[in-house]
């Protein structure tokens, strides 16, 4: 499929299109920003990062879709705690508490969705410490977790800035759950392993090799990126074979994945390798495969054609677009990469 005509159809994905509603609290958000803190608080990253000491405190959300509750009670419940995982492990952070509210129909139903929840918590090392029941609703079955965590140094997109380099992260030894976009690369594998293959996001983050990360969601892998991209104004290159992808998997359906282990990154060029061989010590895999611009435009390009996927100058995404209030900060966008070094210099 050419990509004038594969971009197109991953542009109007029910998943693309429910993140443009984000777009609505846009005007509601307090923008008096005073110091980097403030900007770490904006809706924007996976979690929302408040300095706590030497350290971030990480607050994060994650709601599955009702049908996707009713459906699959016991993964919607695992998907849950695993989401809000990743978005921690994005901000280059460690999860450590979840608490949720949900609401079914019947109790086995129910049991099967907080034994999903438990058993994820138990794999990932996170305590599943209380929350919101209920078993008799007159409405559709609904989750919602919310986690929290501790970040020594963190990965964000407010450091986005055009050179940098774009990389992505994927577990490739999965599999999609049936009929869906779910690519699932945790099942049978032991807790120690799940472990140990988040912890290299917040290894990179505190040796100082990336400047910003994102999980990859369900808007799938561009989707994503211009999540990446979207709170600075930035644009983007991207090599589209550059990214991993299984043998007899077509570009729509892997470009809509929605993996249990999936992260985009930027980086300085000299640290790319790095990265790459800290993700390969745990088989995940890691390329480049791009380039941050300042052209506001996300363009494609495969063998000898390019498209443009995205032009925020045109449509915004979510509308957490920060390009603005960034030009008339009291402090210049360099400071928010001189933090991850002296995070001294950002005390409120």
């Given amino acids: 499929m050419r990509l004038s005509e594969l971009l197109p159809q991953l542009q109007i994905t029910p998943a693309m299109q429910s993140k443009q ?37 990480l607050n994060a959300c994650e709601g599955m879709l009702p049908s996707f509750v009713a459906k699959h009670p016991y993964f919607a419940g695992w998907s849950a705690v695993m989401a809000n995982v990743s978005d921690i492990a994005a901000m280059g952070g460690r999860a450590l508490t979840v608490v ?8 086995q139903s129910g049991q099967q969705l907080f034994a999903g929840m438990q058993a994820a918590c138990d794999a990932y090392g996170v305590k599943l410490v209380g929350g919101h029941t209920n078993i008799h609703t007159d ?4 989750l919602s977790v919310a986690i929290q965590g501790l970040a020594n140094h963190l990965l964000s997109v407010f450091h986005v800035q055009a050179g940098q380099k774009i990389l992505i992260a994927l577990n490739m030894q999965g599999k999609f759950h049936e009929q869906t976009t779910y690519w699932k690369c945790f099942e049978h594998v032991p807790a120690a ?7 290299v996001l917040p290894e990179i983050a505190e040796q100082h090799l990336a400047y910003a990360a994102r999980d990859i969601s369900n808007a799938g892998i561009l989707g994503s990126l211009l999540m990446l991209l979207e709170a600075t104004g930035s644009g983007a290159n991207l090599w589209l074979d550059k990214i991993p992808k299984p043998q007899h998997t077509d570009w729509l359906k892997w470009l809509q994945i929605f993996p249990s282990y999936g ?9 790319c390798e790095d990265i790459i061989e800290l993700f390969a010590s745990q088989d995940i895999d890691c390329a480049v495969i791009g380039e941050v611009t300042n052209s506001g435009k996300v363009q494609i390009q495969q063998q000898n054609e390019q498209q443009i996927f995205w032009d925020f100058q045109q449509q915004a995404f979510t509308g957490l677009n920060y390009q603005k209030v960034l030009a008339q900060a009291p402090f210049s966008h360099l400071s928010l990469h001189v933090q991850q070094q002296e995070p001294t210099l950002c005390q409120v």
């Fill in 21 to 57: 509603d984000i777009h609505a609290i846009k005007s509601q958000l307090n923008l008096n920003i005073h110091t980097i803190q403030d900007l770490y608080a904006l809706p924007a990253d996976d979690a929302a990062a408040m300095q706590f000491g030497e350290q971030y405190l």
């Fill in 139 to 142: 409405f559709q079955p609904t």
């Fill in 193 to 199: 392993v799940l472990k140990t293959q988040l912890e």
């Fill in 100 to 107: 949720n509210s949900y609401w079914h129909t019947d109790t």
């Fill in 263 to 271: 992260f985009l990154l930027t980086a300085d060029s000299e640290e």
